[in-house]
T-cell receptor, first 114, second 114 residues
Framework: LAKTTQPISMDSYEGQEVNITCSHN???????ITWYQQFPSQGPRFIIQ???TKVTNEVASLFIPADRKSSTLSLPRVSLSDTAVYYC???????????????FGTGTQLKVEL | EAQVTQNPRYLITVTGKKLTVTCSQN?????MSWYRQDPGLGLRQIYY???????DKGDVPEGYKVSRKEKRNFPLILESPSPNQTSLYFC?????????????FGNGTRLTVT
C-alpha cells in the first residue's frame, strides 16, 4: 500500500525558502504526486501536482527525482500567511482501488515567523 | 461559483441517533470522497465514489454508509453514531480519478457525538 512520510513540523522565517520533503517508497507507476495546504478549520486546498522531474506554478515548485520515491515541495520566500499544514498525497493503486483510494499522510505543520 | 458544499457545518448529537451529512458539488465531477480528520492522524479516507451507483471503502469505513444516487450528491450516513466518531469531516470531489487530478474540498463538518 502506498504510504507517505513527512516531517511533523518545520519552522521558518519570512522571506526564506522552505523545502518540505515527502517519502513515498511504494508509489505506483501511474500515480501522480499532489500537495495540499490546509489552514485551521478549513478544507485542504490544492497547491501543485506532478509526475516526474520538476513542476512550477505561481505559488510553489515540486521536485521529483527519477526514482519517484520522494518529492520536495519548495515554497519561495514564505510569509506569515504560509503558516499551515502541508500534505503530500499519492494514490493507493492496487487491484481493487485502481489509484482511487487515497491515503494522506499526517502532514507537515509549517510555522513561519517574523 | 464552483464549490463543494457540506451541511451542516456543526452538529452535536447523541449516541445511536442516526444522522446524515450532506455533500453536493456543482462541477460535474465524477469522483467524490469523504474524509475524517483527527488530531495527530491527518486525513483518513472513509469512502469514495467513482460515479453514480459506484462506491468503495477507504481506510476507515466502519460505522459509516454512503450513497451516490445522483452525480452531484454524496451523503455520509451514520446509522448509529458513537463517541469515537466525533471528528472533523470533509467531502471532496474531482473531475478525474482521485490520484491524478486535484481534489476540491468542502469547508468541513464538525461532529460531536455525546
Amino acid at each position: 500500500l502506498a504510504k507517505t512520510t513527512q516531517p511533523i513540523s518545520m519552522d521558518s522565517y519570512e522571506g526564506q525558502e522552505v523545502n518540505i520533503t515527502c517519502s513515498h517508497n511504494n508509489i505506483a507507476t501511474n500515480d501522480y504526486i499532489t500537495w495540499y495546504q490546509q489552514f485551521p478549520s478549513q478544507g485542504p486546498r490544492f497547491i501543485i501536482q506532478g509526475y516526474k522531474t520538476k513542476v512550477t506554478n505561481e505559488v510553489a515548485s515540486l521536485f521529483i527525482p527519477a526514482d519517484r520515491k520522494s518529492s520536495t515541495l519548495s515554497l519561495p520566500r514564505v510569509s506569515l500567511s504560509d503558516t499551515a499544514v502541508y500534505y503530500c498525497l499519492v494514490g493507493d493503486t492496487d487491484l481493487t482501488g485502481g489509484g482511487n483510494k487515497l491515503t494522506f499522510g499526517t502532514g507537515t505543520q509549517l510555522k513561519v515567523e517574523l | 461559483e464552483a464549490q463543494v458544499t457540506q451541511n451542516p457545518r456543526y452538529l452535536i448529537t447523541v449516541t445511536g441517533k442516526k444522522l446524515t451529512v450532506t455533500c453536493s458539488q456543482n462541477m460535474n465531477h465524477e469522483y467524490m470522497s469523504w474524509y475524517r480528520q483527527d488530531p495527530g492522524l491527518g486525513l483518513r479516507q472513509i469512502y469514495y465514489s467513482m460515479n453514480v451507483e459506484v462506491t468503495d471503502k477507504g481506510d476507515v469505513p466502519e460505522g459509516y454508509k454512503v450513497s451516490r444516487k445522483e452525480k452531484r450528491n454524496f451523503p455520509l450516513i451514520l446509522e448509529s453514531p458513537s463517541p469515537n466518531q466525533t471528528s472533523l469531516y470533509f467531502c471532496a470531489s474531482t473531475l478525474g480519478q482521485g490520484h491524478n487530478s486535484p481534489l476540491h474540498f468542502g469547508n468541513g463538518t464538525r461532529l460531536t457525538v455525546t
